[in-house]
């Protein structure tokens, strides 16, 4: 049975897609406009044309879950509306109860689509574990685990950093 792939940018970037004649897949409007190669643009075209591609906006109440998600990991501060938007598709897939697995090299993208108990799979193998954020001030040592990341310091002034809290 052909499986769901829902596929982030670095997936249409690679050739990634051609390991998977058999297997259907779906983006997001805004992860196909941010295609800007030729080969890229071909491959998106092609599976398009051949009906293995769709495109689908995801919904309102899957976007504030997964904010609200990556707002617990730590990730909020570092994903674009448009990873985002790929997360939440992938997240009304699952409460749909449709058998799909995103496809993502994003390790902020994995990290919050997996603390949501989503199926992710990373072509690069780069992502081991999920991590949990914090942001810690190197001047005073203030450290707050708010997961918008403040920008800086509240104590001192000083810019904040993200640092690992705990890994899973």
């Known amino acids: 049975m052909p ?15 051609s390991k998977h004649p058999r297997d259907t897949f779906v983006t997001t409007p805004g992860i196909a406009s941010e295609l800007r190669n030729r080969p890229s643009k071909s491959r998106l075209a092609a599976l398009s044309i051949l009906n293995r591609l769709s495109e689908e906006e995801p919904p309102l109440d899957a976007i504030a879950e997964v904010r609200s998600a990556a707002e617990k990991t730590g990730d909020f501060s570092v994903l674009s509306q448009t990873d985002i938007e ?5 997240q009304s897939k699952k409460t749909a109860g449709i058998d799909s697995t995103l496809v993502s090299s994003d390790l902020a993208v994995l990290n919050t ?16 574990k999920q991590i949990m954020w914090v942001f810690v ?5 203030y450290r707050s685990s708010s997961g918008k990341g403040p920008q800086e310091c ?5 810019p904040l950093r993200r640092k690992p809290r705990n890994s899973r």
């Open 154 to 158: 509240p104590v001192c002034g000083t």
């Open 86 to 90: 790929i997360v939440a598709l992938a």
């Open 113 to 128: 689509a997996r603390h949501m108990g989503i199926k992710i799979l990373d072509p690069t193998g780069r992502f081991r």
């Open 3 to 17: 499986k769901v792939y829902i596929l982030d940018t670095g997936a249409l970037l690679s050739t990634w897609t």
């Open 137 to 141: 001030c190197p001047g005073c040592g």
